[in-house]
């Protein structure tokens, strides 16, 4: 006869041989940030104040016939010398011409020329630049030629050139442009002379490939960086330079309404009338700040020994 059977306690189960649950992803998951350079150089307050007073200035010289209803160049002798109002929101000059309207539209021509020597004077001073430091051979006679121009200063060879060719707006721009083209020219050679020395590029010349490919391939993309900071700089220096040329006489001619133009018509009338002076010269320093801002920032977001982590 069997005996009844003794129930045997069963092991109670290891908290290890459950698996874990699944955790649930959060309602809000948390915001990626961008690392790249637009990610960067976006969170950059002085880039975004200088980019904001661009778009500004040059959102005002386009749309100037919609926030105006004057002629910059109409004289009325029956309204000299008002003062602010509605009609004139800056006053009047001593011809009676509204110097809100001559702000206005003497912005077109400050950057007009501003844009147009930074433009030129990369192009041309990229191209010198890019011979000086990579052909040893043409180094010296080429960077000779460049100190001869530096060794003149700038508003004197402007005005020079400006006697000589005459005034307008097109010898503005070559005067301009023939001063900043040395200073274009040996940032370029000192690139070029730094990458010169660098392993992909002698590997380059080791494969056999020829001067123009080495220096379109692997030189000219490393010399865009420090060329466009460079190129902004020489923009706010040629407004700068157009100004001073138009002030004293010697710049676009007296008919065109430039921020120059502006202020050598406002000097005579200083003690009494300093708003025609002041606006035109606030006019033009916010403009060389916001482009000096702008690159200030491509340089410290550009150059890999500056850039900052943001």
């Not at 778009?55 to 002798?77: K, Q, R, Y």
């Not at 021509?109 to 890019?130: K, N, Q, R, T």
């Not at 330079?241 to 921020?259: H, K, M, N, Y």
Request: aromatic share 6%; glycine share 8%.
């Amino acid at each position: 006869m069997t005996g009844p059977t003794s129930l045997t306690p069963t092991a109670s189960p290891r908290a290890d041989q459950f698996s874990a649950a699944p955790v649930r992803p959060p309602l809000f998951p948390d915001r990626v940030v961008r690392r790249g350079l637009f990610g960067r150089i976006g969170r950059d307050t002085a880039f975004v104040v200088g980019i904001g007073l661009i778009v500004v200035i040059v959102g005002g010289a386009v749309f100037a016939p919609l926030l105006t209803p004057h002629d910059p160049m109409m004289i009325s002798p029956t309204a000299r010398l008002r003062p602010f109002s509605t009609d004139h929101l800056f006053g009047t000059d001593r011809l009676g011409r509204d110097l809100f309207a001559r702000v206005v539209y003497g912005a077109r021509i400050s950057l007009f020329v501003g844009v147009s020597v930074a433009f030129l004077a990369a192009l041309i001073g990229l191209f010198i630049g890019l011979v000086s430091g990579y052909v040893r051979a043409l180094d010296g006679l080429i960077m000779r030629s460049m100190d001869a121009l530096m060794s003149i200063p700038g508003i004197l060879l402007a005005i020079a050139m400006m006697a000589l060719f005459g005034s307008s707006v097109s010898n503005v721009i070559i005067s301009i442009t023939l001063v900043e083209i040395p200073r274009v020219a040996r940032l370029v050679r000192g690139v070029v002379l730094s990458l010169r020395e660098q392993v992909f590029v002698e590997a380059a010349v080791t494969s056999g490939n020829s001067s123009s490919r080495i220096i379109l391939r692997h030189i000219l993309p490393n010399t865009m960086a420090p060329l466009i900071v460079q190129a902004s700089y020489v923009c706010a220096s040629a407004m700068l330079t157009e100004s001073i040329l138009s002030f004293i006489g010697a710049g676009v001619p007296v008919t065109v309404p430039s921020w120059g133009n502006v202020m050598a018509d406002g000097r005579a009338l200083w003690q009494i009338r300093p708003s025609m002076i002041f606006v035109p010269a606030v006019a033009l320093s916010l403009t060389i700040l916001a482009i000096n801002l702008v690159g200030d920032s491509l340089r410290d977001h550009l150059d890999p020994r500056l850039n900052r982590k943001i």
